[in-house]
């Protein structure tokens, strides 16, 4: 039988697939958004079909909805977005999660946490395990959303000791794919319009450091997969293992767009994290999940996406 799902952060990137994703599978879909790093062209094609519904609202405010599952996805996830308004990231991820945790407590609904690999920091393990507890700046420019995403996992957990509250946690480790916004700042967008547009690659660096990146569809299948395993709530690490420096990857863009477009380097940002890769024998063990998309094939559809939105 099909529930009434609240996904927040709907219009995003990732919360636009997993709408989708529910809708195909019959679900009722409430998606909520504040527009913030969101898109309505993420979306517009689901306002069509009957079981899609769409809020606007800001999760920082409360609000009271009938249902049965939350993925709270509301908060910006890019660098450049957090950044911009960085009080309004910590709000997002504290008065937002207990705006959320408080309609899920109330309705007892079943909610799903995107918490992020940045929990982890600049790490001193690698790869990084659920059980790492991390080597965060408290007072760095990323600190908004690092610990503002800590935090969040820490009311999910107080939620469940004290009230009951059926919660989960992922850790997302870097996702990309199409409708990532063409100005979103984050590396494959970045390096992927920049070569279309036959603009320079921005290396921020060196390009060493490195990234493991996840296609969108993997990401979404192992965050539905957890939210409907019963006997497991988290953290568990949602990523792809498959580590590459970040040189590596302008390089592979560039091929694969056959741009002519040179890499610059520019300088690298304050606490940039030198090295990420998801240790997911958690996520294989428990969901059974494991990511199939190779980098390869995953930006071909990226690029497919970014090509026809530049025309
Ligand atoms: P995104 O910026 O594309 O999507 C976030 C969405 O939340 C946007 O539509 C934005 O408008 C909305 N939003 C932001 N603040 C809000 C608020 N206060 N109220 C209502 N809506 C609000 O980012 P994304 O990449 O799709 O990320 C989605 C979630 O996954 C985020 O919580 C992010 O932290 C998490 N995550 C993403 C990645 C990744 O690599 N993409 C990695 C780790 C964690
Ligand atoms: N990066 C880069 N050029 C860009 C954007 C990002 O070299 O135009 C680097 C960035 O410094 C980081 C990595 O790519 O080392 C991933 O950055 P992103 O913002 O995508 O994600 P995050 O740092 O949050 O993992």
Redesign the pocket.
């Known amino acids: 039988m099909g529930l009434r799902i609240l996904v927040t952060g709907g219009a995003g990137f990732i919360g636009s697939h997993l709408c989708e994703r529910l809708l195909d599978q019959g679900h009722d879909v409430l998606c909520l958004d504040n527009f913030f790093s969101g898109h309505k062209r993420n979306i517009a094609p689901f306002l069509q079909r009957p079981n899609f519904e769409l809020i606007r609202h800001d999760i920082t405010v409360p609000i009271l909805l009938e249902v049965d599952q939350i993925y709270n996805f509301a908060c910006p996830a ?2 450049k977005a957090y950044m911009q308004n960085p009080v309004k990231t910590v709000k997002t991820s504290v008065m937002g999660t207990i705006n959320m945790l408080g309609l899920a407590k109330r309705v007892k609904a079943r909610i799903l946490q995107a918490s992020t ?2 929990i982890y920091g600049d790490p001193k393990v690698h790869p990084q395990v659920e059980s790492y507890w991390g080597n965060v700046n408290p007072i760095g420019i990323r600190s908004c959303y690092d610990e503002g995403k800590r935090v969040a996992e820490t009311l999910m957990f107080d939620y469940r000791r004290q009230n009951n509250v059926d919660t989960k946690i992922v850790r997302i480790f ?1 996702t990309y794919g199409p409708r990532m916004l063409e100005d979103d ?4 967008s ?2 992927i319009v920049q070569a279309l547009r036959g603009e320079d690659l ?4 060196d ?1 060493t ?1 490195t ?1 493991s990146f996840c296609y969108v569809d993997d990401l979404v299948e192992g965050v539905i997969r957890m939210m409907n395993t019963d006997d497991f709530f988290g953290p568990v690490n949602l990523g792809n293992p498959t580590e590459f420096k ?1 040189i590596e990857l302008a390089e592979l863009v560039l091929r694969l767009t056959r741009s002519r477009s040179r890499i610059v380097f ?1 300088p ?2 304050q606490d ?2 030198v090295q ?1 890769q998801p240790d997911i024998t958690l996520a294989r063990t428990r969901l059974g999940w494991e990511p199939k998309v190779p980098l390869e094939e995953g930006l071909l559809r990226t690029i497919a996406y970014f090509t026809k939105l530049l025309l």
């Open positions: 890019s660098p690999s940045e870097n700042g984050r590396v494959i970045n390096f921005t290396v921020y660096g390009g450091q990234r970040i520019k690298l940002p940039d994290p990420r």
